[in-house]
């Protein structure tokens, strides 16, 4: 009920309220109640922790060629450079074509594990994403969409400003304009991407980005894009790079 009532309520808003420009980046962690950003700063009370924990096991697993995540990159990632982690998405010359962390990691389990492949959108898949995230929280999120970048952060800048669904609004009027206005009890953040994968303190599990975008798309009653798929990529670079300058919090705790 509050799902489908929420935009409706918004919509008879938007006309109302003064239009203000896009601000600084704000992490969402500053929109949260102080018990939830208490809950956020103990390992121990944050539930997001479980998936990272899982994650970490995932990484020590060994693959069909006998190998793990560990073998490579080091007992809990350690050889795994911070910086560039934050870097992502990138570009890969290799490839000829940007590359998200998930599917980074994805590409390692099928290539250099031996398989088994994992599903984009799979549980593993999250809770790999999750714990090498985790190892750059702290860092500051740099991602670079100049060069080859440059028409796929357009996409994705595109697709941010695109009305969806029936309630017929796009991503940057809720979270551009009207970052930090109340309704119903919560309050609109910027929809900043350093948080996540992140702990859904609403649903309770930990979502990566382009579950969380489909969740905004379905409460604007609108179709989602499949989970990996290159709208969701391009949405990803955006938003990444929309967070430049934001401290990584993977897990984060929002609402
Ligand atoms: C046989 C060795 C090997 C295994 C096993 C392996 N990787 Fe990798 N991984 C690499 C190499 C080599 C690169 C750099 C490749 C490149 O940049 O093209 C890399 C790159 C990465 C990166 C990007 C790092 C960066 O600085 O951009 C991540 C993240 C990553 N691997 C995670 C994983 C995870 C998670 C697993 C287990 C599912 C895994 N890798 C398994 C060798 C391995
Ligand atoms: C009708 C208003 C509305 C629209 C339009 C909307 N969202 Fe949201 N979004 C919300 C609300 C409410 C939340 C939960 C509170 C918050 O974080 O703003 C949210 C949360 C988010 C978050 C989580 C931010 C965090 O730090 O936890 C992201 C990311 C996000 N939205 C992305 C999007 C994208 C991408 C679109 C367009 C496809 C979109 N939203 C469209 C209302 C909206």
Redesign the pocket.
């Known amino acids: 009920m509050i799902k489908l009532r929420m935009p409706l309520l918004l919509l008879a808003v938007i006309p109302l309220v003064a239009v203000s420009a896009r601000a600084e980046p704000v992490s969402g962690y500053a929109y949260l109640t102080a018990d939830m950003q208490a809950m956020q700063d103990d390992d121990f009370g944050n539930p997001g922790m479980l998936v990272v924990e899982a994650g970490e096991r995932?990484?020590s697993r060994p693959?069909n060629?006998g190998?793990?995540?560990a073998?490579?990159?080091g007992e809990g990632?350690e050889t795994?450079?911070v910086r560039?982690?934050a870097?992502?998405p990138?570009y890969?010359e290799?490839l000829q074509r940007p590359v998200t962390?998930r599917g980074?990691?994805?590409?390692?389990?099928s290539d250099?594990?031996g398989g088994p492949p994992?599903d984009y959108a799979s549980e593993e898949a999250l809770a790999?994403e999750t714990?090498?995230r985790h190892l750059a929280r702290g860092q500051p999120v740099e991602v670079d969409v100049s060069g080859p970048m440059a028409p796929y952060h357009a996409a994705g800048e595109k697709l941010f400003h695109t009305r969806y669904g029936q309630v017929d609004i796009a991503c940057h009027q809720c979270h551009d304009y009207y970052a930090g206005k109340h309704f119903r009890g919560q309050v609109l953040t910027q929809g900043q991407s350093n948080g996540f994968p992140g702990y859904r303190f609403t649903e309770g599990h930990v979502v990566g980005l382009q579950e969380r975008i489909s969740e905004c798309l379905t409460n604007l009653r609108a179709e989602p894009y499949a989970i990996g798929s290159d709208e969701y990529r391009d949405f990803e670079i955006y938003m990444s790079a929309r967070s430049n300058g934001l401290t990584i919090e993977t897990p984060a705790i929002r609402y």
């Open positions: 995932l990484f693959g060629n190998k793990s995540c073998s490579c990159h990632g795994l450079d560039q982690l870097r992502y990138i890969s290799a962390l980074r990691i994805l590409m390692c389990a250099r594990l994992l790999l714990f090498v």
